[in-house]
């Protein structure tokens, strides 16, 4: 067992199931946790999911400038014309 810091809530862990590092949530208060000792289990709050939260909104709002719409079509029309080429 394990104690939210947020909280105080008792959380089951199974000392064997996670590793230092490794991110849970707390089923209480939400809270993200990540685990600092796992003998034995110790948590502390953690940021490193709010991170991740942002740069998914961000991937979802459409910031990634690796693809645009234009580059996927060209990648079809490519595609397309060596399927031709295939089958002569």
């Known amino acids: 067992m394990a104690t939210c810091p947020e909280c ?38 953690s940021d490193e999911e709010d991170d991740d939260e942002d740069e998914e909104e961000d991937e979802a709002a459409g910031d990634d400038d690796d693809f645009e719409d234009e580059d996927i079509d060209d990648l079809d029309e490519d595609d397309e014309s060596e399927k031709e080429d295939w089958d002569e």
């Open 8 to 45: 105080d809530a008792e959380i089951e862990v199974d000392e064997f199931d996670v590793d230092k590092g490794d991110l849970i949530s707390c089923p209480d208060c939400g809270s993200n946790l990540e685990v600092t000792s796992t003998s034995p289990i110790e948590l502390e709050v």
